[in-house]
């Protein structure tokens, strides 16, 4: 995901916004005094994402784009669509079977890949999408309806996971980071979680606590892991729902690949001792900021994927982690260059697509804090889109 300013100043809700904040700071407000008090960080950013009707993303704003919220490599190019295409076409000729892809936005991928899969003449039996935002839902089913009939008629939306095992491709493009995560800080050698408590004026406050037994355990054997100490006041986030999505995911994937992008880093790295705040970050009408406390309902809220956790979840749940690299490396695999150089013959155009392909790839902008992992079942061979880079060592 990318905005394009990186400020804390942000503008004002409209009426309509501040209604809708409002309602849903009055339900996390009454959440709250039900706890005693105090909430964890996880609940809030449940609530504050997913609460039915009123949740940021179960509600009705823009979101992605460029009139929403921020944008995310699909939007930003069907480049990385069409990249991310090929390397589905190379793993169907393996496998068969079909695709589903997880939380798919506007729709804008799914239709992308549809139709440049249709254009290597390669079908996948279904495309399925499982999506847990009503409104995305929509959006995505009007995008999808634009498609030549046999395209679309392959689409279908899922409400849950199919109870048996499928056969070819899961797409996740950051969905992993909208998992909501646990915020801790170290005092004086200890573990301190950090949570949401009310100000005497029910506005929120951050709020530190004893850390829950789960947490302080996940806290203490991630610690042995890394290479160094963490200084004293050193505050991070930690993904407890990431091990069940995907230990839940690759269940589901009988014979395949389930192909995850994100931003985000190995363990050693995420969790480096100059990194002293975190990787939570807001957008908020394509600002950037660091108060998830502001705007609630209105403006999303994410954090970084430790990518350690991912491979360590799959690797427990008989997956095998078959590509780890940067979404440049990734795309320049797959061809990003000659799609970008084939696109049109239109000047102004070519000048188009490659600010996009820059956008995508160079290091200050997508190309090195995006990253992908492909986790496979039953296939040995290596994977074109991986062919350039291997930091699977990193992890
Ligand atoms: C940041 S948006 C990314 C959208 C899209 N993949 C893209 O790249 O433009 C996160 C998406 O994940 C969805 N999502 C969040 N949690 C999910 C879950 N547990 N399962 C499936 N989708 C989820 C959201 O509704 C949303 O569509």
Not at 65 to 86: I, K, M, Q, W
Not at 178 to 188: G, I, K, S
Not at 244 to 271: I, K, S
């Amino acid at each position: 995901m990318t905005a394009s300013h990186e400020l804390s100043i942000l503008p004002p809700l409209t009426p309509e916004e501040a209604a809708h904040s409002a309602a849903l700071a009055a339900l996390i407000r009454s959440r709250i005094a039900d706890a005693g008090g105090w909430i964890d960080f996880e609940t809030f950013m449940d609530l504050a994402l997913y609460a039915p009707g009123l949740g940021y993303y179960s509600a009705g704003s823009v979101k992605l784009g460029p009139g929403g919220d921020f944008v995310t490599a699909p939007e930003v190019s069907d480049l990385f669509s069409r990249c991310v295409a090929r390397q589905c076409a190379e793993l169907l000729a393996r496998t068969g079977g079909e695709i589903l892809e997880f939380g798919a936005g506007t729709g804008r991928m799914a239709a992308v890949i549809l139709d440049e899969l249709a254009s290597l003449d390669v079908f996948p039996e279904r495309y399925s999408i499982l999506e847990v935002s009503a409104d995305l839902r929509a959006r995505q089913e009007e995008r999808i309806a634009q498609l030549p009939r046999h395209l679309r008629e392959r689409v279908r939306w899922l409400d849950r996971l199919p109870d048996a095992p499928i056969t070819g491709l899961m797409l996740a493009n950051e969905v992993l980071d909208a998992l909501p995560v646990r915020r801790f800080v170290l005092r004086d050698g200890g573990i301190r979680e950090l949570g949401v408590a009310l100000a005497e004026d029910g506005s929120f406050v951050e709020r530190e606590s004893d850390a829950s037994e789960t947490l302080r355990a996940e806290c203490e054997s991630l610690f042995t892991q890394l290479p160094e100490p963490l200084p004293d006041g050193y505050r991070s986030e930690l993904c407890l729902r990431t091990g069940p999505w995907v230990a839940t995911v690759a269940e589901r994937l009988g014979h395949g690949a389930l192909l995850l992008f994100d931003y985000g880093l190995p363990r050693a790295h995420y969790y480096h001792p100059q990194r002293t705040t975190g990787t939570l970050r807001c957008h908020f009408r394509q600002r950037v900021h660091d108060d998830p406390l502001a705007n609630v309902g209105v403006q999303d809220i994410t954090a970084w994927v430790d990518f350690t956790r991912v491979a360590e979840a799959a690797l427990e749940s008989g997956l095998d982690v078959a590509g780890f690299a940067t979404q440049a490396a990734f795309l320049l695999a797959t061809g990003i260059d000659t799609l970008a150089a084939a696109r049109s013959t239109d000047l102004r155009e070519q000048v188009k697509v490659a600010g996009e392909a820059r956008r995508l790839l160079l290091p200050g902008e997508m190309g090195e804090a995006f990253k992908v992992m492909a986790l496979v079942r039953g296939l040995d061979e290596p994977l074109g889109g991986f062919a350039l880079q291997d930091l699977r060592d990193s992890l």
